[in-house]
């Protein structure tokens, strides 16, 4: 079945159709015998692998398992921030080679993906906020990536409901501001890579869990098991999020992972009020605003581990309360709903992206609280190094090596969610 | 929120509680004749598993005690808890 494909002039025809001329954007594929390599986890990560395989590396033979629905998972559950403005070099690199590729995906993928950069904007509280925000933005100049230190006022006049008054319990002294970030549409992102992929040939095969994992005499993978059939393939790439941790044991390799409930949650529609991101790493507060109008507040982590997809009230409030007063003029706002997903979250606060033990099982995971921004990028140098079995260049500083090595990539302060 | 069993306390509401991680995690009593392999294992590797999980948790505003708990991580249902140096139930 050949794709449609969208335009100004498309949406225009159909519209004078009637809209009953679209069709569905992937097929419903059934499970093959065998691949060439099957991706486990169908969320933005995923896609964006199994994509970049068909599209750059030629691997057409291929499927992508999920245990749900696609982008049921994380991708439809996080709070759509991009940016770059890490601390090390190794992940400026990284999370920077996302942003640029955010720039074009939606001409890319032929899909809207809704990429906005209006700007991430970190509030700092105290002389030590300063200082990390500050020297995070010189390793970012460093690194040729933009960040601007913005005065109390410069930060009111970019956003204007911000509260910088000097009678709060912890007033704004300044903040930096990546102009190049912003926010995209999530479903947009696994919807996008799910249509171009199976334009490309890509199977993808939904309530498809995987159970357990066939390995030959050298310890190399030959099979998965599946809750819809045994499928045969030689190689199998991980891309499994807060399960990463359940899957991967199948193989026999115990991960430094725990997964955590991390919340989210709306306000009602209101009209365009919060022209920026914000996030303050001190007080906990993390909001930005969707083009349905609603405030998209994020809260951080649970305590413990755990798969429920949910959590606490009190985490909630926890975060509602320094909005509130950073953003006075939203007290009397109503939210609408939360919910949680599961974040797999590494000591280090950095992802594992690369080759494993086991011949022929590759991994990318411990995205933990940040995984969305990064969506092309990780897709992008996973796909590379699934397709030629060694680590793409960026890649290779965040092997599951690193921790028996002491190379650990330590992103606790510039993650941006306190765990 | 979760209604945690304190093993000295009784019942209290998990804002009282801390959470400390995976549980009977012994430090190696060499260290310094360890590989970096087992090194690194004892300092990151965790189990986290989908199902029962035998944890730490700190009565932290309470009696400021430690224990130990075996939770279904599928559901936050507590199976038990016990006094450290106790085996899990």
């Not at chain 1, 066939?214 to 030689?234: F, K, N, P």
């Not at chain 1, 022209?275 to 609603?294: F, L, R, T, W």
């Not at chain 1, 606490?312 to 007290?331: K, M, S």
Request: proline share 5%; net charge neutral; aromatic share 8%.
């Amino acid at each position: 079945m050949k794709r449609q494909r969208f335009s100004g002039l498309s949406l225009l025809w159909q519209g004078l159709a009637g809209h009953r001329g679209w069709r569905e954007q992937w097929r419903r594929a059934e499970p093959k015998p065998a691949y060439d390599a099957v991706i486990v986890g169908g969320g933005g990560h995923g896609l964006g692998t199994a994509y970049y395989l068909a599209a750059e590396h030629g691997l057409t033979n291929i499927a992508v398992v999920e245990k749900g629905w696609i982008g049921g998972g994380n991708t439809g559950r996080n709070t759509t921030i991009i940016r770059s403005n890490y601390l090390f070099d190794e992940s400026i690199a990284f999370y920077d080679h996302a942003v640029k590729m955010w720039k074009d995906l939606s001409q890319v993928l032929n899909y809207n993906v809704m990429y906005s950069p209006r700007g991430v904007m970190m509030i700092a509280h105290n002389v030590h906020d300063m200082r990390m925000l500050k020297r995070i933005l010189h390793a970012n100049h460093a690194n040729g990536v933009d960040n601007e230190w913005l005065e109390p006022a410069e930060a009111k006049a970019f956003c204007p409901p911000l509260n910088i008054g000097t009678d709060i319990r912890y007033p704004v002294l300044g903040a930096t501001l990546q102009r190049r970030g912003g926010t995209a549409r999530h479903d947009a992102v696994a919807w996008g890579y799910a249509r171009a992929a199976d334009a490309l040939g890509v199977d993808i095969l939904e309530n498809c869990e995987v159970t357990g994992m066939q390995r030959d005499a050298g310890g190399a993978v030959t099979a998965l098991e599946t809750t819809r059939g045994l499928i045969r393939t030689s190689r199998v790439g991980v891309v499994a999020a807060g399960n990463s941790s359940v899957v991967m044991r199948m193989a026999g390799i115990l991960l430094p992972l725990e997964s955590f409930p991390l919340q989210a949650l709306v306000s009602e529609p209101v009209k365009p009020v919060l022209p920026c991101v914000v996030m303050s790493n001190a007080i906990h507060a993390y909001i930005s605003q969707s083009d349905k109008g609603e405030l998209v507040i994020g809260a951080g982590t649970d305590a413990y581990t755990s798969y429920t997809q949910r959590g606490a009230l009190h985490v909630d409030l926890h975060t509602i309360e320094a909005i509130c007063e950073l953003f006075p003029c939203f007290r009397r706002l109503r939210m609408l709903r939360n919910w949680g997903g599961i974040v797999d979250v590494t000591p280090d606060r950095s992802p594992i992206v690369g080759m494993t033990p086991v011949p022929g099982l590759f991994v990318n995971c411990g995205w933990g609280t940040g995984g969305f921004k990064a969506t092309p990028g990780s897709a992008h140098v996973f796909a590379w190094t699934m397709a030629k079995g060694e680590p793409h260049p960026i890649a290779a500083p965040f092997s599951l090596e690193r921790f028996r090595e002491g190379r650990v990539i330590d992103e606790a302060a510039a993650a941006g969610v306190a765990h | 929120m979760l209604l945690i069993h304190c093993p000295y306390c009784g019942d209290r509401p998990e804002i009282e509680f801390s959470y400390g991680g995976q549980a009977h995690l012994a430090r190696p009593a060499k260290a310094e004749e360890l590989s970096d392999e087992e090194w690194a294992a004892y300092l990151y590797l965790r189990k986290n598993p989908r199902g029962l999980h035998a944890e730490r948790w700190r009565h932290l505003r309470g009696c400021g005690r430690f224990f130990n708990a075996l939770r279904d991580t599928t559901n936050d249902r507590f199976a038990a808890t016990y006094k450290v140096g106790e085996a899990p139930p």
